[in-house]
């Protein structure tokens, strides 16, 4: 198996104007699905580019016992037809947009339609959960594993929340190791587009947790706030040296303290989008998300775009 970082095998860009595709946004007809249909044309006019509005279908194996039990319309043109009329609330909800949007139905299972479509795709839109799914419910199937099949960013989209509670701008979650900064760079650059700035965060597990296991470390408050000068000394050079390639524009950085999946997922509720890769430090190179990005997307309060990374 190939364990290159996924980076590295896709031949485009992910902004590329090849990818004619522009916006990708799977569609189902579930309040999730709205909300990620409303981000995702959003998406499209920020980026300039043509949305895709897809709804997958699979034909259900049916065994019938009578001739009378066979339906009037075979399975397959049923499903299409259901499909159809579930398309038909997408073109509805975006009656009047002046953008360019293709509707498709495809026949197969959403997760491998999505990735096979996201070769030519400069990011996928999707609601946190499908049709069917619970109030509460975790992150839906295909929003889990769309993250590390897809071809270019997955953005993710939960539970709406009052624009005004939001600050306008970018947060980016690195931890230092190289494939971080692919990351960096994707989210700099939506930032740019957006005009909006960018804070580049990192989070450094608490002395307390250090010092359950490693009791004799010798740890105190003066060395974890050195540490954490550090960290946001190194992260200030990495945002420097990234917004030289967008002028204009604007960074910060900041070093956080606690449990990196708790801290990220509180600050996805402070920021427009908050940007992640799919993997970090030390991960084995596999078909699975990173904990710390699988644990986010379950409990994101915002937006979360997922990098290929």
Known sequence: MNDAPRGATDPLPFDSPERDLGVLVGYDGSEHADLALDYAA???????????????????????????????????????????????????????????????????????????????????????????????????????????????????????????????????????????????????????????????????????????????????????ADRTRELERELESWAEETAKEFPGLETTASAYIGNPKDVIAARTGLNELTVMGTRGRGAIRSALLGSVSRSVLHHARGPVMVVPS
């Open 42 to 224: 959003e998406e499209a006019a920020r980026r300039g580019t043509v949305l895709t509005v897809v709804t997958a279908y699979t034909i259900p194996v049916k065994l019938y016992t009578t001739l009378a039990a066979v339906p009037a319309h075979p399975d397959d043109i049923t499903a299409e037809r259901t499909a159809e009329s579930i398309l038909s609330e997408a073109r509805t909800r975006l009656a009047g947009s002046a953008r360019q949007i293709d509707y498709r139905t495809v026949p197969g299972h959403a997760t491998s339609v999505l990735e096979d479509l996201s070769v030519g795709a400069q990011v996928v839109v999707l609601g946190a959960r499908g049709r069917g799914g619970l109030v509460g419910q975790v992150v839906g199937s295909v929003a889990n594993a769309m993250p590390v099949r897809a071809h270019c960013p997955t953005i993710v989209i939960g539970e709406p929340h009052e624009s005004d509670e939001r600050a306008n701008a970018v947060a980016v979650a690195v931890d230092g190791s190289e494939r971080s900064r692919v990351v960096l760079v994707e989210a700099a650059r939506i930032a740019h587009a957006r005009k909006v700035p960018l804070e580049v965060i990192t989070v450094l597990p608490s002395s307390e947790e250090w010092l359950y296991w490693y009791p004799d470390a010798g740890l105190n408050d003066q060395m974890v």
